[in-house]
Every structure is written in structure tokens, then in C-alpha cells.
């Protein structure tokens, strides 16, 4: 199915995972509703590339389309299992994945930060990211890349406790209207079988290929 004002933005094939208290599913344009806590949240919106709350419901609907749909989009929905909302669904506390490989990225709904619902979350996306994601030898990756704005300590914690390394600060190269220009620091995590070090991307190696080479984060 495609979106009607898009063709080439198609609804991606149907995933989900679930660990002890969430479960993980692909981003549907429906999921708007439950992404408003996060989206209108200045704590949260601060660290995105929108640096500000998005309260109005156009610019909402082309911010989440511009991040779930695509063929090739992995974007979750991150449910909290025996939850439910006032329309009695589960409750979506997160928002997490990639719609460019290789880089991840995600946003957790404020009213529940720090009960380790990212780091759960992001142990069950990378191999599953990993499984999706073509390999270097197919034309794509051998790494999963998160940038995040310079001082984001938080997402770096949860990074680091999921394996990520940190490998790079590139300089005033991503700009918001909260912080106006700033540095994004980088992670990266090697496929299962690889190291960061054989590929290259490590900080004091220089070696990865222009295609490889990080991007300002835009989640
Ligand atoms: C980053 C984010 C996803 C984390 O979600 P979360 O569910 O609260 O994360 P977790 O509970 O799994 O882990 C948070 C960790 O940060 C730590 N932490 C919390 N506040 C901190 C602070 N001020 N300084 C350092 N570490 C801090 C917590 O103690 C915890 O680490 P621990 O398990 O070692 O104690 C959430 O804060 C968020 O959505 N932030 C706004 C959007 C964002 O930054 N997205 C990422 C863009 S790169």
C-alpha cells in the first residue's frame, strides 16, 4: 500500500518483536495520536531536529510520514505491554528505528523516562536492525550508526549500555531552533561477527568509505 499523496512512499512490510515489558512493531501513520505526549514534549523535541515542540497537527502528520512510511523505513512503534490508552490499544511509549540505513535513532514519551524502556527497547531493535539491514557485501552496512546532539548524555548512557561506541564529534554540523548550531557526537555498533576496529570507524581510524560517512541526525 502506498500513500496516496506519495507513491513512492509505500507502507513497509509488517514487523514486530516483543521483550519482558514491550513490544516493538512497525509505525503506522495511525500511531499519530499516541506520538503526541512525545511530540509536544519541549524535553523531548529539544534533541530532534525540530528542537521545538510540533503542536500544529499538519506539520505532526508530515513529520511522522516523513519518518514511517518508505519501503525501506524500519520505524517501530514501542507498545507497553498491558498498557492501554483511552481507546483502549496499548499505550505507545517510544518511537524507534531507521529510515536510512545505517543510522538509528528514537524518542521516548516523557511520563516515562529513566525505567529503562530505551535501553529494553533498543537490546531488541539492533539485531533486528542487523537482520533488515543489507550487509556490507549486499551494497549496505556492517554498523548501526546514532548521532546524537553534543551534550545529549542520556542517549549516550543507553547507547553505551547497548553495546554503541562512541567514535566521533563532528563540529557545528546540525542545527535546531533550540540549540541553533551544534556538534553531534557518534556511535557506532558492529554486525554480530564484525568489530568496529576491521571496519574502520573507530576513532583514530580513518578509513571509512565516503558513503559511510555520517550524516547530521534528523530524527
Ligand atoms: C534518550 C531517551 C530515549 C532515553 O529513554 P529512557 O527510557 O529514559 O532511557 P533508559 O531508562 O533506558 O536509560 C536512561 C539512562 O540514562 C541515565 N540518565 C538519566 N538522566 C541522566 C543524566 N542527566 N545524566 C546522565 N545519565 C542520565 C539513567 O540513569 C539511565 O542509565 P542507567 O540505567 O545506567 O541508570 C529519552 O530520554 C528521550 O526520548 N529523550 C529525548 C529524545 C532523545 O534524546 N532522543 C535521542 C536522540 S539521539
Same mark, same amino acid.
Given at each position: ?43 523531548? &523535541?529539544?534533541?530532534?531536529?525540530? @528542537? ?15 519518518? #514511517? ?38 524518542? !521516548? ?23 533488515? &539491514? ?19 548524555? #542520556?542517549? @549516550?548512557? #543507553?547507547?553505551?549500555?547497548?553495546? !554503541?561506541?562512541? %567514535? ?10 533550540? !540549540?541553533?548550531? %551544534? ?17 574502520? #570507524? ?18
Amino acid at each position: 500500500m502506498a500513500d496516496p499523496g506519495n507513491p513512492n512512499l509505500e507502507v513497509p512490510v509488517f514487523f514486530e518483536v516483543e521483550t519482558e515489558r514491550l513490544r516493538l512493531r512497525t509505525a503506522y501513520l495511525s500511531d499519530a495520536k499516541g506520538y503526541a505526549p512525545m511530540m509536544t514534549s519541549p524535553e523531548v &523535541m529539544q534533541w530532534t531536529s525540530a @528542537g521545538v515542540p510540533i503542536t500544529d497537527v499538519d506539520v505532526a502528520e508530515q513529520w511522522i510520514k516523513a519518518r #514511517v512510511l518508505g519501503r525501506d523505513t524500519f520505524k517501530l512503534s514501542v507498545e507497553l505491554k498491558g498498557s492501554l490508552d483511552d481507546s483502549r490499544q496499548p499505550e505507545i511509549i517510544g518511537m524507534m528505528g531507521s529510515d536510512h540505513w545505517p543510522e538509528i535513532g528514537y524518542i !521516548f514519551h516523557p511520563g516515562h523516562f529513566n525505567k529503562g524502556y530505551a535501553t529494553e527497547a533498543l537490546r531488541a531493535l539492533v539485531p533486528a536492525a542487523f537482520e533488515r &539491514m543489507p550487509s556490507a557485501e549486499q551494497g549496505g552496512y556492517d554498523f548501526l550508526l546514532a548521532g546524537t546532539i553534543k551534550g545529549n548524555t #542520556v542517549s @549516550g548512557r #543507553v547507547l553505551e549500555k547497548v553495546g !554503541f561506541t562512541e %567514535c566521533e564529534t563532528t563540529l557545528q554540523d546540525f542545527e535546531n531552533s533550540f !540549540f541553533g548550531k %551544534c556538534d553531534s557526537v557518534w556511535y557506532r555498533i558492529a554486525r554480530p561477527g564484525k568489530t568496529l576496529e576491521e571496519l574502520g #570507524v573507530l576513532p583514530g581510524t580513518s578509513s571509512a568509505k565516503d558513503g559511510e560517512l555520517p550524516v547530521p541526525p534528523i530524527q
